[in-house]
């Protein structure tokens, strides 16, 4: 049964997640929004919320870049019966040319739903190879170890910085890639975490190593990339770099007398070359420990321009706003909470929370953020911000939210504006200020947006009052149960009192009982016309008494004698004198000691005196 | 304990009847004149001495409506206003029927905009009267009920009636000392207070608490405790933060 229970529990949970599950939301970043020529960056598109499989185009037609799909990965996960999934498609961007590219929106089946990605700007710049004959900043590192036959230039690693830009602006965000390459017919056995160094710039905390085989140049080398980020901290120019790296690697050792052939179809790389198969039990790999340096790379920082908006508190990249408050229908002094989310590129660890384009009558309280990042190194994503804020008066919007940054790409500052959000405020203004009546238009507004002169409060009361000496709650208070002695001791004496009652009402039911019984017998007696006229009168004034006792509680039989009985029954004179000579004959025979009285006695004074006994009642 | 010789026989038994009897009275008289300082030291503007002298009168154990609102208007005078609306809140709950507190207590509340604990539909069902009036309420309907049963039995109907009006008084007494004015409410004292997510300084912040908002103390663990906050959220804060509002 509990089983049953549980599952159908689970079942309602499941059916219930379903059908309130949040619609599916597509967001599209690039791993870098600048790249040179002949370097790649990837597109991902991601689709959040959604179970089944998207239709996504196996390429993006952009004149100028190669854009092709390289795979998927899916996400779930489940957090308090709650599972959210996700699906990444990636693509790979190759530029062929320099200059500035949109990736138009796509759009993209889920379901039922049609979707759409947004627009995404590439910069590409000039190859750096173009001009400088080489990779760049890659250098080659790593001599040839002395002995191992290999020439000077042969070198077994490298080290190369790609930074996609040579200009920024001060607090601006710029994507940095760090490239360590090793010969594939090295083995590394040591490498540590590399970091950049450098003045006027701060770095951020470099990402996971990810490594790939690649082949560069015609040789082939296994490469580990390094994501990160910097941000310049004044203006001026600065070198990112070098970085300088140390490693152990072990070295296959060649025999010296090994020597290319000119026809050589592995250019060098014959695994049948390998000493193994020449010397296989003479060593086969050697340790060293080679530096490995890249080239600096110079970069220049510009000072933001003049003319920030008020709202400007140095965010710099490429972002959007959304806003939402909740509740709608509030009393004057409630807090409402608003949503906003900035999602985008840029530097979020500088983003301050948007404000309210008109502050008048609103009292606000210090916001609170969180940062979801949708890259390794947190430039792009979405930061959330929650804002409190209380109507001081009936109002019936929120204002726009406002928020500006610096465009980079666009050289120029921004500012974002929310829709203003309709509301419901009830109740009265907190505090009516009396200046609002005589000044007008701005006068008024700004009496309502600065200090207000405080209410003054009411008066010291110079009497203590009542003294107490605890908070408890009445019922956690000793006196209270002790007050309960009283009506518990009024209960007990009531208990009594009844028990008594009952008792007593027993024992006067137990001797109507005995009296009722010796009058029957006594009855049967005289009807049965045996006795002797000494017991029969006898029996007969018992039997009064006894009557007379039943019907008058309060009276003790042995006490009742004619007159008694003639007033509780209410005998008229006749029957009176008739029960007088009854009990005076009972008497006169009990006492006068003439015997049983045999003989006195006749059939009809027998039948007289039952009658009479008889009519009693 | 051998009575030293100082207070021989009858005059040892003669000071600790007057120690016993007189003491009550001379901590009394010493507390109204505390008071009565108090008061003065505040007609005279010297506010922290006031609050010094009401603070004393606190310690002492002997509380009163009148103390604690003649203490929060001191704290409100030197702009302590999250300790005014702690005191103002303590004189309400010692006496829900003061008007000065009630009206004090407003206007600090405007002053920084602290955040109320929104009562629970209940609780403002069950506003028409305190926890105090219900308890005493379910005892005479209980022992009202038990007379009735002794006194004419085989009542039943009555019998459960009785007996159900006295769980419910006993349940509302219940709820509302443990509702969002009950013994657990504490009072924002300290500036910059935030309830975060976690016991940490860096921990995300959940609300930001001006001085003088209500929270109900939930659980206490160590420098930290958990509390649910108005806009009906949960955090935890720093207990140094708050205050009980009772004692």
């Known amino acids: 049964m509990f089983r049953r229970i549980l599952l159908l529990g689970f079942l309602t949970t499941a059916a219930c997640e379903i059908g309130l599950a949040d619609p599916p939301r597509i967001t599209a970043v690039l791993t870098s929004s600048e790249v040179v020529v002949g370097e790649t960056v990837q597109l991902e598109i991601q689709i959040d919320n959604t179970r089944a499989s998207a239709i996504t185009p196996r390429a993006i037609d952009v004149p100028g870049l190669q854009i092709h799909y390289t795979g998927e990965s899916t996400q779930m996960t489940m957090r308090n019966l709650s599972v959210s999934s996700s699906i990444t498609y990636s693509y790979t961007i190759l530029p062929e040319k320099s200059g500035t590219f949109k990736i138009p929106s796509q759009t993209i089946r889920v379901g039922k739903d049609n979707l759409q990605t947004p627009e995404l700007t590439l910069r590409v710049g000039d190859s750096p190879r173009a001009t400088a004959g080489g990779r760049g900043n890659r250098t080659p590192s790593g001599s040839a170890p002395a002995g191992s036959g290999q020439n000077a230039d042969e070198k077994i690693a490298f080290a190369e910085l790609l930074v996609p830009k040579k200009s920024a602006y001060v607090g601006e965000i710029i994507p940095v890639v760090l490239r360590i390459g090793f010969k594939s017919r090295t083995q590394l056995r040591e490498l540590a975490v590399p970091q ?368 008694t009985a003639a007033r509780v029954f209410s005998l008229d004179p006749e029957q009176s004198e008739r029960m007088r000579r009854l009990f005076a004959k009972s008497d006169e025979l009990r006492y006068s000691g003439g015997g049983s009285g045999d003989g006195a006695l006749t059939s009809n004074g027998r039948r007289e005196a039952l009658e009479l006994i008889e009519s009693l009642s | 304990m051998k009575v030293p010789a100082i207070f021989p026989g009858a005059a040892w038994r003669a000071f600790l009847f007057g120690l016993l009897v007189l003491s009550p009275a001379v901590n009394a008289a010493t507390n109204d004149d505390l008071f009565a300082k108090a008061n003065t030291e505040f007609n005279a503007g010297n506010f922290k001495a006031a609050i010094t002298d009401y603070g004393a009168v606190v310690q002492s154990g002997e509380w009163s409506a009148n103390l604690f609102y003649n203490l929060g208007n001191a704290y409100f005078r030197d702009s302590d206003f999250g300790r005014a609306i702690l005191n103002y809140e303590r004189a309400l709950q010692l006496d829900r029927n003061h008007p000065e507190a009630d009206a004090n207590l407003r206007i600090a509340r405007d002053q920084t905009h602290a955040l109320e604990l929104a009562p629970t539909p209940l609780e403002k069902y069950l506003n028409f009267a305190g926890a105090k009036s219900f308890a005493i309420l379910a005892a005479i309907l209980f022992w009202g009920t038990i007379i009735l049963l002794i006194l004419r039995r085989r009542k039943v109907l009555w019998m459960t009636i009785g007996l159900l009006l006295t769980a419910s008084c006993g349940l509302a007494a219940y709820k509302l000392e443990s509702g969002t004015r009950g013994q657990d409410v504490a009072i924002v004292v300290e500036g910059n207070v935030e309830a975060r997510v976690a016991t940490a300084d860096s921990a995300k912040s959940v609300l930001a608490l001006p001085p003088g908002s209500e929270v109900v103390i939930l659980q206490e663990r160590g420098d930290w405790s958990y509390a649910a906050l108005p806009n009906d959220l949960r955090g935890w804060i720093s207990t140094k933060a708050v205050e009980k509002v009772r004692l």
């Open chain 1, 196 to 563: 950049i160094n450098g003045q006027g710039y701060t770095v951020q905390k470099l990402s996971e190593g990810e490594k790939n085989l690649e082949t560069i140049d015609g040789q082939s080398y296994v490469v580990f990339t390094y994501k990160t980020a910097i941000s310049a901290a004044r203006p001026g120019d600065f070198q990112i770099g070098p970085v300088e790296e140390k490693a152990n690697v072990l070295v296959t050792r060649r025999s010296p007398g090994v020597r290319r052939r000119p026809f050589d179809p592995f250019n060098g790389e014959d695994p049948f070359s390998d000493p193994f198969f020449s010397m296989p039990f003479a060593g086969l790999m050697e340790q060293h420990e080679i530096n490995i340096k890249s080239d600096p790379v110079p970069l220049e920082v510009k000072p933001l321009p003049a003319g920030a908006p008020a709202s400007f508190s140095g965010a710099i990249g490429s972002f959007t706003m959304t806003a939402e408050a909740n509740p709608k229908r509030v009393q004057v002094g409630d807090p409402i909470t608003i949503k906003a989310a900035i999602a985008g590129r840029g530097n979020f660890d500088r983003m301050n929370a948007p404000e309210l384009s008109d502050e008048r009558g609103w009292h606000k309280y210090p916001p609170s953020s969180n940062f979801k990042q949708d890259d390794d190194v947190g430039i792009s994503g979405t930061k959330s911000f929650e804002l409190v804020v209380s109507p001081n008066e009936k109002l019936a919007t929120i204002p726009p939210l406002v928020f500006s940054y610096f465009d980079p790409a666009k050289d120029r500052y921004i500012t974002l504006q929310s829709d203003a959000m309709p509301i419901t405020v009830e109740g009265n203004a907190q505090s009516a200020p009396s200046v609002a009546g005589a000044a007008t238009g701005a006068a008024a507004a700004s009496n309502l947006a600065g200090t207000q002169k405080p209410q003054d409060i009411l008066h010291q009361i110079s009497e203590p009052g009542n003294i107490v000496d605890t908070f408890a709650p009445l019922y956690a208070r000793p006196g209270f149960w002790l007050a309960q002695l009283f009506p518990l001791t009024l209960v007990l004496g009531l208990l009594g009192w009844k028990v008594r009652n009952v008792r007593a009402s027993n024992r006067a039911a137990l001797r109507a009982a005995r009296l009722q019984h010796e009058k029957d017998e006594l009855l049967r007696k005289l009807r049965r016309n045996r006795l002797a006229p000494r017991d029969y009168f006898s029996d007969a004034s018992r039997v009064v008494q006894l009557k007379t006792a039943l019907k008058e509680n309060n009276i003790e039989p042995a006490t009742v004698d004619a007159e």
